[in-house]
């Protein structure tokens, strides 16, 4: 028995995604009248309600990846967290809530791979290369969920929402990092365009993942065919 | 058996006066059921999405019950592949008819294959971004054929771009698949824009020339 569950009232209050807020709150809890010191009832009931969230996303998680997004609904999804839909629902507003949320943590890790792989990389080619690379390792062991994610990108209401969070944002201002290095140490040229190069290139990133979806391409040759992606686009930006 | 708007007709084809004819009767019923639950299915798709139809409504729109609709199709997104289906297929005859007068560089060929490609599409643009999305759903069945896999889209760009070999602006040792699947690429990131920036054909199809020069500059011979 887990000393920081609390009753539902007290779980549910607060509903901010950084913690519970005291001005928001609907439920007072017992041991609030009681008089707890205010400075250690949050900090229990964050507790509580983050492993409350864990658990939501550790079952959406897997259901994404075994019915792929339209597959699994809500209420599969609470009963594989074994909990009610309402404490779902008091958690996250819908199914894209949840999905979003377990993407934004994914791209968190994965612009985190990806920025120390093109540390490792010498010049611009090759620092895009490491870094794809690396993309590719992070999502090979997930890929039914890349497949949800995928999905979720394309359909005309959820896709531009998913494509506009600021984690994608920093996987594109990676990409545009390396090419403006490239630019400072005279390897592109000066036109290199460098807002159109980082869409493409990330686009062509991305174009591979059906490769390893559908077709069981390896990383080795995910790799390869990247490689030459990057080489093309980069071609005309070369100087000299 | 459940009984339909379709149902009288069925009972003519299987008439007892016309025995012979039963079989290929029952056929021909099926195949208007078809047409009938894509027309309705293209209609509601274009009105209020894919993702916002549900079979029920194609079946009440088709005057079909639901269990005809589930004898013909397997799911959702078979609809959605038949309908892209009857789509592409006048697409592709304006391309046969236009690809073999294309002049000029490799790139302007393909600007101009792309220009055909937003002009056609532009009517149904939520309609093909559901299309890409259904690709990676679980609803798909195998014999569908998703957007990036269509073999006839991707040999016309091979062709493309090798007939650049010949006419001197193309690299004879360029990878013709890479190309082709970077072309795609950006052509179905350019497709977002719609929904993303409002864009419209004009504005896409100019988004899509920058980005084809930008992948002919990685084809062009090496100047040795």
């Known amino acids: ?240 | 058996m459940p009984v339909d708007a379709a149902e009288p007709r069925r009972i003519l084809a299987r008439s007892p006066r016309r025995p012979a004819e039963a079989a290929g009767g029952r056929h021909a019923q099926k195949e208007a059921t078809r047409t009938r639950v894509v027309d309705a299915a293209r209609e509601l798709f274009d009105t209020q999405g894919y993702q916002g139809t549900t079979i029920r409504e194609i079946a009440r729109h088709a005057g079909v019950s639901v269990g005809s609709v589930f004898t013909c199709y397997a799911s959702k997104g078979e609809i959605l592949s038949e309908v892209m289906e009857g789509r592409l297929a006048g697409f592709y005859a304006e391309l046969d008819r236009v690809v073999p007068h294309l002049r000029g560089s490799t790139a302007d060929r393909l600007r101009s294959i792309y220009a055909i490609f937003f002009a056609v599409e532009e009517p149904g643009t939520k309609l093909f971004l559901s299309h890409i999305a259904a690709a990676y759903d679980w609803t798909l069945p195998p014999g569908a054929k998703p957007y990036g896999r269509n073999e006839r889209i991707r040999e016309l760009l091979a062709e493309t771009i090798a007939k650049g070999i010949a006419a001197g602006d193309v690299d004879p040792n360029a990878d013709l698949e890479g190309f082709v699947e970077l072309l795609i690429a950006a052509y179905a990131w350019t497709y977002q824009m719609v929904v993303t920036d409002g864009a419209d054909a004009k504005t896409m199809s100019e988004t899509m020339d920058r980005q084809i020069g930008l992948i002919a500059d990685g084809f062009r011979p090496r100047a040795s």
Not at chain 1, 158 to 169: F, H, T
Not at chain 1, 192 to 207: D, H, N, P, V
């Open chain 1, 1 to 240: 028995m887990n000393m920081f569950t609390q009753p539902r009232s007290v779980a549910r209050a607060g509903d901010e995604k950084d913690g519970p807020s005291v001005d928001g709150m609907k439920h007072i809890s017992p041991i609030q009248v009681a008089g707890e010191t205010p400075v250690k009832m949050p900090t229990r009931r964050a507790l509580a309600k983050q492993q409350t969230r864990a658990k939501v996303l550790a079952a959406a998680r897997r259901l994404f990846s075994e019915f792929g997004y339209e597959g699994a609904t809500i209420r599969d999804i609470a009963a594989a967290a074994g909990m009610s839909t309402g404490a779902v629902f008091a958690n996250f507003s819908d199914k894209s809530d949840l999905f979003r949320e377990i993407m934004a943590s994914d791209m968190s890790s994965l612009a985190d791979t990806m920025r120390e792989a093109a540390g490792r990389g010498r010049g611009v080619e090759d620092c895009l290369q490491k870094m794809f690379a690396a993309g590719y390792a992070f999502y090979k062991s997930q890929l039914p969920l890349a497949r949800a994610a995928f999905s979720v990108s394309w359909a005309p209401q959820d896709g531009p929402v998913l494509r506009s969070a600021p984690q994608v944002q920093i996987l594109h201002d990676l990409i545009a990092e390396q090419l403006t290095l490239g630019v400072q140490r005279g390897e592109l040229g000066q036109e290199a365009e460098i807002k159109l190069r980082t869409q493409m290139l990330f686009e062509a990133y991305l174009s591979n993942y059906p490769q390893a979806i559908f077709e069981g391409w390896s990383l080795d040759a995910l790799q390869a065919r990247s490689r030459d992606q990057i080489r093309i686009l980069l071609a005309g930006a070369r100087r000299g």
